[in-house]
């Protein structure tokens, strides 16, 4: 039996900018952090020479054709695993569809189990490549490095991404005040809608390879905001940095599909009580409002009061592994 594990993330700054079609014409960065919630993958050895496969679904294949699940097919096609009599779960601790990355973390978990399964060593730059190769060149999805990197390297790390498609990961380099700070600060609420990032993606993905205006101007700041905010979180400057992120949302939430009333309610709610700035984490449309609390017990107790579910974390520093 095999089980790797792999991180969820929020994005601290930049995200958008890692999309091909911004990237490869401007550039990109982003700053992102891997937290202590994770999918995990489960794979062993069956007696019978079919695939099952557990997930949202329970599938059982003769071939790598018939199997549905288009990451898990994929990606054992990639692998070359020629062994039929496989049995593969996940499991996560938070649904996907939450603006956490899941999909990211799902496929460098999958190959990070499969390739030991082999008894093949990965690097994490490697494993994160490949898990890009199969969602975006093979799958064809619209959607951005960030999930596949983070969710390998673990960490709260930067991002460049350059125009030719590599990729350069560094950590962010902050003191360990600023660092429990952070983790002491920032506060998840479920907004209670989930929804599909590539079809948000898409309209962002369709935009920027059609040069519009309203769109690039948007990701040029965003990507400027990704910098400022490398530049205060490493002189320790949460304040500056908590309003970045309202800055960033004020400006993302501009965009089609990205906020509602419920959602705007809620943040203005939160700002209201005890929160500095804060953002809708992911493509947007739903899933989680990220928020840096100036009183974080004023926080955490208002939304409890209205019944929004918090998630608590902390930062995970050691990304895709294997567990058993």
Known sequence: MIITRSPLRITLGGGGTDLPSYYQEYGGFLIAASIDKYVYININSRFINRFLLKYSHLEEADTLEEIEHPIIREALRFVGVKDKNLEISSMADIPAGTGLGSSGSFVTALLKALRTYQKDFIHQKELAEQACHIEIDILKEPIGKQDQYISSYGGITCFEFSKDGN?????????????????????????????SASLILKDQDDKSKNRDKRMLDSLHLVKDIGYQSKEVLQNGDLYKFAKLLDIHWQNKKKRNGMSNDNINELYDYAMNNGAIGGKLIGAGGGGFLMF??????????????????????KFDFEGTKVII
């Open 167 to 195: 990729v350069e990961a560094f950590p962010l380099k902050i003191s360990e005040e600023t660092l429990f700070n952070l983790e002491d600060n920032l506060l998840l609420f479920f907004t209670g809608y989930s929804r």
């Open 292 to 313: 840096y609390a100036k009183d974080n017990k004023q926080l955490r107790y208002a939304m409890m009061k209205i019944g929004i579910r918090e998630v608590r974390f």
